[in-house]
């Protein structure tokens, strides 16, 4: 069983560009949550989707940030018109169900760097 | 809202040697889960332990154990015999219960020499 998958691992994106990062749950998870990190730093929530649903987007920047989570597919954390401040590792990570009492497994991340 | 503070941001051990690393969180409510997670130089962050707040009893996980101080808010990991793969940042993690949102303190770095 494959663990969560992210790509790609390295981003490289010039300010004002468009950034699309994807996630592949494990399999048999529906469940998706997307977190940052900063340099030096841990992580911090950004959004909980599941199929097709937004459940908990709290932790997004209002502005130029959205995740989706579709029927068929991977979930995408896309960021728009990219500023230096957006470079950051983003990870993601899955579980099977809701509830505190399943683990989250996280991808390896996608390190973006923003020129 | 809650917090979770690691106030040692680098700690360093001989290999075979026990460390523990400290944790402190703040919440208000009463049902939770708390979690060590280590995250080694290739930056996949994997779970190491994690403790309800409900259980009185410190969860244990092979090398590592957590002391759980409800009372205190703390929640301190403590690595027995170290071995050169426990080198990584380890983050302490607090979750609501009902929620999904992990809550993760800054990290620490640990190093274990031979």
């Known amino acids: 069983n494959a663990g969560v998958m992210q790509n790609p691992r390295h981003l490289v994106r010039r300010r004002g560009q468009e950034a699309r990062l994807r996630c592949s749950p494990m399999k048999g998870h529906s469940h998706v949550y997307w977190y940052r990190q900063l340099p030096e730093e841990g992580l911090k929530f950004m959004v909980y989707?599941?199929?097709?649903?937004?459940?908990?987007e709290s932790g997004m920047p209002k502005e130029r940030f959205s995740a989706e989570f579709p029927k068929e597919g991977p979930s995408i954390l896309r960021i728009q018109q990219v500023v230096r401040g957006d470079s950051a590792a983003y990870f993601c990570?899955?579980?099977?169900?809701?509830?505190?009492?399943?683990?989250?497994?996280f991808g390896p991340g996608t390190r973006l760097t923003v020129t | 809202a809650q917090t979770v503070t690691q106030s040692q941001p680098e700690m360093s051990v001989q290999e075979a040697e026990t460390v523990t690393l400290s944790c402190t969180y703040d919440?208000?409510?009463?049902?939770?889960?708390l979690f060590w997670y280590k995250q080694p130089p290739s930056r996949q962050m994997i779970l190491v332990i994690r403790q309800e707040a409900y259980k009185q009893q410190n969860a244990t996980e092979n090398r590592f154990s957590v002391n759980f101080q409800k009372a205190a808010k703390s929640f301190s990991l403590k690595i027995s015999d170290s071995q050169l793969g426990d080198t990584a940042m380890y983050f302490c993690?607090?979750?609501?219960?009902?929620?999904?949102?992990?809550?993760f303190g800054k990290g620490m770095k640990l190093t274990v020499n031979p």
């Open positions: 993690a607090f979750m609501q219960g009902g929620s999904e949102k992990l809550v």
């Open positions: 989707l599941q199929k097709e649903n937004i459940i908990d």
């Open positions: 919440t208000s409510e009463n049902n939770y889960y």
């Open positions: 990570a899955s579980s099977p169900l809701a509830g505190s009492s399943y683990e989250q497994y």
